[in-house]
């Protein structure tokens, strides 16, 4: 996708032309450093943003900033991977008017947000709390849908339900109904929090109930899950949040077939990564978010772990970089297939 400008003929070409591996959403996660790093290694095609809060009343041009900073740079990450808005609430009336703002400002799309299961979220009525009552995701769906240029694609990503899985066939019709270009299906009730299985089965039941593109998200951390998601789940199509941040070439892999990239070069990336948050906030935001993303790191690359203890200490960027340049020398190693390697040393 890298590169090409999106119109609205071209999205139905989108889904139907290749298997497509979409970044998930993670809010205090993937921000717009983490989304140009992501699909600078590969493999992605589309990003969206973390979820932007509507309550009653048009949000300022500084919340568009702040979270969808690549609406100032034409909505691509600077690898050229288009980047959609997203926004969480539960009224039609404020979520129109954002949308409407974000269309405005350049936006490739608008994805609606029904599967947060945050408790200060869900009791402000917003995210998978509209789960319980899939009339609720069709007003807010359909009157998104009307307030923007019909050439801009209106999606919403939704869990299997709020306490239990009963109305799940219901939530896709809903959003289908709606307007909906296409769904993400976070395989899991919110109750179900983020804890395994994901019950890709669902998505089955759910893509065979609507005729738009589905996209099974949940739980694919592996070349091997990604199969196993596709199959289950008949979807073509895969999101993938946590997998990408411990993996963060999976895309590449599924994509191209390519080997696990080596510690050495992830090692680059997470420098790297550091810098660009520094420039992108500040130095005290780019230690936690190396941290953060060292951490994840830590379930593909074994010896991670101990990197990690030897640095979660450090309170400003420049001391940990050091220490990760120069933790080139220990021993660091690559999990293949999810299985503990002998560890060995590196070379950079
Ligand atoms: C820390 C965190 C933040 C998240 N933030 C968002 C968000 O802003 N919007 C959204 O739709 N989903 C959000 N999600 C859900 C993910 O997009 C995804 O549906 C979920 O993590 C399951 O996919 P995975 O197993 O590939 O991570 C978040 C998940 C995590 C773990």
Redesign the pocket.
Known sequence: MSGATLTAPSWDEFWNSQNRVLL???????DAVMRDMITKIGGVDLC????IRVTDRLLPLSDFKKYAPELFSSSKTPAGTPVLI?F?GGQPGPMAENAAFAASLGAPGI?L?F??PAKTVNRHDG?AALLRDPSRIFDVVSAVRAAVPTTIPVSA?V?LGFENKDRHLEIAKAAEAGGAKWL?V?A?TRDEG?RPP?HWEYIARMREAVSIPVIA?????TLEDYKRCREVSGCRHV???????SAPDLAKQIQTGAAQTPWSEVLVWLIDFGLKSREYRHDHYAVCRVKQWLKSLAKTYLGVAELFERLKTQESLDPMLAILRESSTHAVTEIADGSHQPAAALAL
Request: aromatic content about 8%; some cysteine; proline content about 3%.
């Open positions: 998930a959403p993670m809010e205090g996660v993937v969206v943003t973390e979820f997203q969480l994805d947000n599967g947060c995210g990503k869990r993400t976070h899991r983020y994901a998200n949940g739980e694919v951390w999101m993938i949040g946590r997998g990408l941040m």
